[in-house]
Structures are given as C-alpha cells and as structure tokens.
C-alpha cells in the first residue's frame, strides 16, 4: 500500500497521462492541418467510378455529415457499394436515384467504406471538382474541399494565360480555377482557369 502513494508511481502516472494528452492533441491536428478546416477534412480518395444507381433504405439520409439508415451503390453487375448506418459522407447528386446520374467517390479500409461522396457526373465521364488547395507526395494533389486524389503523369493545364507547371498554375490561378477528375482513370487529367470554366459550364 505504501509503495502505491510514493511519489515515483504518482510522477509515472502524471507522465502517462501526458503523453497520452499529447497524442491525442497531436492526432486532432493532424486532422485538420495543411490548410484544411474541421469541415473538410481530408480524406483519401481509394475509389471512383460511376454508380449506376443508388439504392438507400426508406430510412436514409445524412445528419451533420453522418448517415442515418444504408445505402447499396450498384456499380456494375457484379459489384455493389455497401454504406452502413453512421458513415461519413455526402450526398450531391440530385439524381442519385436515377441510371447512371452519379459518381461515387470513397476512401476505403478494405472493402468497408469509411468516408464516401456522390456527385453529379459530367459527360466523359469526368467530375468538376473544386479547385487544387497543395500538391502532395508521391503524385497526390489536396483539394480545396480536402479530398487527396492522385494525379494523371500529366495534367493539362486549360487556360488562356500560361503557366510553365501545375504548381505555377496552382499559385497563380489556383483559388479561381476548377479540378477535372477522369472517372475512368481515377485520377486528376486537368485544370481549368476561371474563364475556361465558365466558358465550358
């Protein structure tokens, strides 16, 4: 009992305590670093392509970021996209429902889905994503929103004013501009300046 209340297990308690302050500390900024906000967190991008159609329960929908009730994602006829109750995600496609409207993009954990996005697709099949926030490692770009997608070994650069990289395109016309995202490739293929977009919307 008394080698219980010495000081030495009571320093060693006060020292665990405090590292485990400091990791959890650490782990939250991680989170939200590199310019990214609480409300977009970053999230790697393991998985795009076409949903041919989304199937939710009569119970679904997203609360504060979070589903309520499941979704089945039908890829093809051989693959189906299982979203369970509690997921992070988001819905943007107002067409989800309907053939072929959508794109479902996914950061996986094996095959459970751990975050997931549905957007509207755009012929080609392409996404318009937002515009490129940071080049990463090993050919992954951060967008504005937070998603991390891996690039194409060449990205087109579309705009009427030159520029001599992606990363001088970035710096310059970055806030302004717009991602293309090749669905088949998975990969970031282009960016568009402000006049391009507009002139292509």
Request: aromatic share 6%.
């Amino acid at each position: 009992m008394r080698q219980f209340f010495s000081w030495r297990i009571w320093a060693a308690c006060v020292v665990l305590v405090g590292l485990a302050l400091l990791i959890k500390t650490s782990l939250s900024t991680t989170a939200v670093s590199d310019g990214a906000s609480p409300e977009n967190a970053t999230h790697m991008i393991d998985f795009i392509s076409v949903a041919f159609q989304v199937q939710p329960s009569p119970d679904f929908s997203i609360t504060d970021g979070l589903t309520t009730g499941t979704a089945d994602v039908v890829i093809d006829g051989n693959r189906t996209m299982h979203i369970v109750a509690g997921t992070p995600g988001s819905v943007e496609c107002p067409d989800a429902t309907q053939i072929g409207r959508c794109v479902v993009l996914a950061d996986l954990l094996g095959d459970a889905v751990v975050w997931f996005a549905i957007v509207p697709v755009e012929p080609g099949p392409k996404i318009s994503a937002p515009p490129i926030a940071a080049l990463m490692r090993n050919g992954v770009v951060r967008l504005t929103n937070g998603w991390l997608v891996r690039t194409a070994t060449t990205v087109d650069r579309q705009c009427t004013q030159e520029t001599a990289s992606l990363s001088e395109f970035i710096k310059k016309l970055g806030p302004e501009s717009s991602t293309v995202i090749d669905v088949s490739k998975q990969r970031v293929t282009a960016v568009r300046c402000a006049a391009v977009s507009t002139a292509t919307s």
